[in-house]
């Protein structure tokens, strides 16, 4: 229960007097965008108008207020946010703009396919919260189709990447990821040396200017040269929106 409680349990506990304790702790709830060759995800302006489609407010309501929005791969309050210049928020009208600059709208929308999985570490509720997703996306001209795979079937193809054929063309990857450290919460996901089999860049994404970035983290032993390169990496990865960032979990207990 403590990993998934259902939402309309929770107004009943609390009306017995029970009380729930949350709070933020390093983990997000995102869309790994695939990166290769045809991906739509390869044009910024998509991956801006996904993540400024979702209704992240309503999906606070649909969890009973377990679950914090997210504005990148760490909680705006974490030190190595930085001050990305694309704010992540919902604003359908400016998602609808970049979809018809790119040439889509709800009535020739561009079609997608997302791996998801129904439940498995920690995902809060994955199948009511990317139903939402899928019914936002559409309303800017994101057709979105789902290839549901079992927990263990969808890290064996996270694993493998995006050009394997366990991954079944899917455009996007939805898991949970834990964010405690520089490497489990940005560069592995990445890193241009970290391409499947080597490493879970899934969507064989890869930027020089990262990249250096991420060596940049990990050569250096100056803690606050370390957390200057960490907030410039966020921010180019939020930037960039190289994922579609949604949640954060708060761990209800």
């Known amino acids: 229960w403590v990993e998934s409680p259902a939402p309309d349990t929770i107004p009943q506990l609390r009306q017995r007097g029970m009380t729930i304790a949350s709070n933020v702790y390093p983990h997000n709830w995102t869309w790994h965008f695939s990166r290769i060759e045809g991906s739509p995800w390869n044009d910024i302006r998509v991956r801006r108008a996904a993540n400024l489609a979702v209704d992240r407010a309503g999906m606070r309501d649909l969890l009973a207020g377990m679950m914090i929005p997210a504005a990148g791969l760490v909680p705006p309050s974490s030190p190595w946010f930085g001050s990305p210049s694309f704010r992540v928020h919902t604003d359908v009208a400016a998602a609808r703009a970049l979809m018809a600059e790119a040439g889509f709208s709800p009535q020739r929308p561009l079609s997608i396919k997302a791996i998801i999985s129904p439940s498995g570490s920690g995902q809060m509720q994955p ?52 964010s405690q450290d520089p490497f489990t919460a940005l560069i592995r996901h990445l890193d241009g040396g970290l391409h499947p089999p080597r490493g879970t860049n899934w969507g064989f994404y890869a930027d020089p200017a990262l990249d250096a970035l991420f060596a940049r983290i990990r050569s250096s032993f100056d803690e606050a040269a370390q957390t200057t390169a960490i907030r410039a990496a966020h921010e180019k990865i939020v930037d960039d929106a190289l994922f579609l960032f949604v949640a954060h979990d708060v761990a209800p207990r």
């Not at 193809?157 to 949970?176: E, K, L, M, Q, V």
């Open 127 to 178: 199948m009511a919260m990317n139903e939402l997703i899928q019914q936002n996306l559409a309303d800017v001209g994101i057709k979105v189709d789902f290839e549901v795979m079992d927990w263990n079937m969808l890290l064996a193809s996270w694993r493998a990447g995006a050009r394997d054929p366990s991954s079944r063309g899917a455009h996007s990857t939805n898991s949970s990821y834990f």
